[in-house]
């Protein structure tokens, strides 16, 4: 049990609880009130002045684009990208809320500056403890019923003042907000701490796993004369360099949208660039699509093909992994190339992908546009494969298989601490801004 277990453990319930009438609220304790969001909080539409006095305040903090503004909860308040003459003037413990794209609670306000119109200001109206009202209104069951109660949401327009101002809200007194911001603040910082040490050692075994691929396909444990290749790097002297045209077949996939009126159809299973990630296939949400019949076995892909993707983001670019025939038929669409070996196995040109010099080879030889990036199949065609005697490949094959299974069942333990202490972290806030657990320092 940790610290912070333990210390939540010891904590008592209050006295006495009444019903809050509110589902995600429960019960709460004798002397909390539930109140609405209209009594607590105005929609604030003061201009913000327009003048270089307010815009050196608010610069000096950077310029972050507003669909930044929800990525974390310590993000600044500041100048938007455009002109000034609409933007609203947004104070120290005002509260925020996109109305673009609502992404999960409501940001307090740490500075003084412009919000552009696409922002809902919430000012209090009566005296609260900012840091409190925080912690609510990031909470999972408020926010659970914002999305469950307002339609603007699920249907994906706006969310306003008015859907926010019916909600019901526990308010403990000013004090007992007090005390529980004080300790909410200490216990998320010391799990948040203990978060960003497992997300560093998680990080530690990502690199670790990059530097297992790379001393693999580049034979950094065998002995003997070596050679030096451009843009790979050290190899041993008898490897040879095998464009990937002379070692398999590069295969494109469906295109979506075609007309195919009148011809006779099958839907099947259909695998696109989110499927394919590095390393491995996400098969959690298979999409299908109408093929015809004609072009099933034209396009349908095999145990031992290689999917690699042709684009996206740069950290797309050619990821991919073996396919195992997992579901029977599938076909992959044209973003994604399928790569079916003739003289190599499947899993070295897989681990080949991974390396880190195939990621520089398909970044340097990609056409680039705005945010995205792209190759061709006849890019891919002459990726050098680096390529070992077959003995040599599959004792690395094997050597290397049992060194990613260890590191990647690590990884797993890890990620299951993190979601652990995520979990725990946000049962933590809730219990304390219902008044399930009483945190008064008397009470401790």
């Known amino acids: 049990m940790t610290a912070t277990e333990e210390k939540t453990h010891r904590l008592r319930p209050y006295p006495s609880y009444k019903d809050s009438g509110v589902e995600w609220i429960g019960e709460i304790p004798e002397g909390w009130e539930v109140s609405n969001g209209r009594k607590l909080f105005k929609n604030s539409n003061t201009r913000a002045p327009n003048n270089s006095e307010q815009l050196a305040a608010t610069q000096k903090y950077g310029v972050v684009p507003q669909s930044k503004f929800m990525e974390d909860e310590g993000v600044k308040v500041v100048l938007a990208l455009g002109g000034t003459d609409n933007f609203k003037l947004v104070e120290p413990d005002d509260f925020v809320i996109s109305l673009r794209s609502f992404q999960g609670g409501i940001e307090k306000s740490h500075f003084k500056g412009c919000i552009t119109p696409a922002y809902t200001v919430l000012k209090p109206i009566v005296r609260i403890c900012s840091q409190y009202?925080?912690?609510?209104?990031?909470?999972?069951?408020?926010?659970?019923?914002?999305?469950?109660?307002?339609?603007?949401?699920?249907?994906g327009r706006s969310i306003r003042y008015r859907d926010f101002a019916p909600l019901k809200l526990p308010i403990p007194s000013l004090e007992e907000q007090q005390a529980i911001a004080t300790f909410l603040d200490r216990e998320t910082a010391r799990i948040d701490e203990l978060m960003r040490e497992q997300e560093a050692l998680l990080d530690d075994l990502s690199h670790k796993r990059q530097a297992t691929i790379n001393a693999a396909v580049t034979g950094q444990e065998i002995s003997g004369p070596r050679q030096e290749v451009d843009s790979i790097g050290s190899l041993p002297a008898h490897w040879e360099i095998v464009k990937l045209k002379k070692l398999a077949e590069v295969r494109s996939g469906v295109t979506k949208g075609r007309d195919l009126h009148g011809r006779q159809l099958v839907d099947v299973h259909y695998l696109r660039v989110a499927n394919v990630q590095d390393g491995y296939l996400n098969l959690d949400d298979v999409a299908t699509i109408p093929m015809p019949v004609e072009e099933l076995e034209r396009y349908s892909l095999k145990p031992g093909d290689v999917l690699m993707n042709e684009g996206g983001d740069n950290d797309k670019l050619g990821r991919g992994a073996v396919w195992r025939g997992e579901v029977t038929p599938c076909v992959h669409q044209n973003h994604v190339f399928s790569v079916r070996p003739h003289e190599v196995e499947s899993d070295w040109l897989a681990l080949i992908n991974t390396s880190s010099y195939a990621k520089f080879f398909f970044f340097i030889n990609s056409k680039q546009s705005t945010n995205l990036a792209s190759i061709s199949s006849s890019t891919i065609k002459e990726l050098p494969v680096v390529l070992p005697p077959a003995t040599e490949r599959r004792q690395l094959l094997d050597h290397v298989a049992q060194q990613l299974a260890q590191i990647d069942e690590l990884r797993e333990e890890v990620r299951a601490n993190i979601e652990d202490m995520r979990i725990h972290r946000s049962a933590l806030i809730t219990a304390a801004v219902t008044g399930k657990i009483d945190v008064r320092p008397e009470a401790e």
């Open 133 to 155: 009202m925080a912690f609510v209104l990031k909470n999972d069951g408020f926010i659970s019923d914002l999305q469950s109660s307002t339609t603007g949401i699920r249907e």
